[in-house]
């Protein structure tokens, strides 16, 4: 099966523009996930959905960033403005079931931002 | 808020060499992965750990969940240069990552 497809692999924008995300999650998989990465860290949670459907942005800086998956498949996640702390690789995942218990995450190879 | 603490943050050894890595929760896990992430690629899971106690072998590495359910070790015997990259254990409930253990092996 194809993977989780996640585009452009690399950004670099300055401080203060705007940017997105695409991710095209594996057919079928009706939950999908985007995680923020910062450098030697772990993925931090930032919006989950369910179908078109949001199930927990509580992690999202709502002030800048935004989130949709319209249609219940593939999704974009946008950041305006951005700020350096941004700076980071932004993955997507995605699972057949809202839960991982018993259908692990799948993840894209992300999209490393940098903010100068 | 759930805090996964991994260690050690960096291991950097020679192949054929043991090692242990180690995430510890500030609280009850419900269910733990493990998962391995290459550079430039996402994370890629190795295991589901469910009941305390739990042991499960996959080759040359070894995962044991704790008793209570609040700490987890990860085994690699004999390491090779194919293990290098960052181990990450999961919360399966709350979809929470530790900080990571970053593994380099040297031929």
């Known amino acids: 099966e194809a993977g989780v497809a996640q585009s452009p692999r690399y950004k670099i924008i300055e401080k203060r523009q705007s940017v997105a995300f695409w991710c095209n999650p594996i057919s079928g998989h009706a939950t999908l996930y985007w995680y923020q990465q910062i450098l030697g860290q772990g993925p931090k949670l930032l919006i989950q959905?369910?179908?078109?459907?949001?199930?927990?942005d509580s992690q999202l800086p709502k002030d800048r960033f935004s989130a949709e998956r319209l249609k219940g498949v593939d999704s974009t996640l946008k950041i305006q403005p951005a700020k350096l702390e941004d700076s980071a690789v932004y993955l997507c995942?995605?699972?057949?079931?809202?839960?991982?218990?018993?259908?692990?995450?799948?993840f894209g190879n992300g999209t490393r931002l940098t903010v100068t | 808020t759930q805090l996964l603490e991994q260690s050690p943050q960096f291991l950097s050894i020679q192949e054929g060499e043991n090692l242990t890595v180690y995430c510890n929760s500030s609280s009850v896990f419900s269910s733990l992965q493990w998962y391995r992430q290459e550079p430039g690629e996402g994370p890629v899971l190795l295991v589901t750990?469910?009941?305390?106690?739990e042991v499960k072998k996959l080759k040359r590495l070894t995962f044991q969940f704790g008793d209570a359910r609040k700490d987890s070790s990860l085994h690699i015997t004999a390491a090779q240069t194919g293990d290098t990259g960052l181990y990450l254990c999961a919360d399966t409930d709350k979809l929470i990552f530790g900080t990571g253990t970053r593994l380099q092996v040297f031929p």
């Open positions: 750990v469910v009941t305390g106690g």
């Open positions: 959905f369910q179908n078109n459907g949001v199930v927990d």
């Open positions: 995942a995605s699972s057949p079931a809202p839960t991982i218990y018993n259908s692990p995450l799948h």
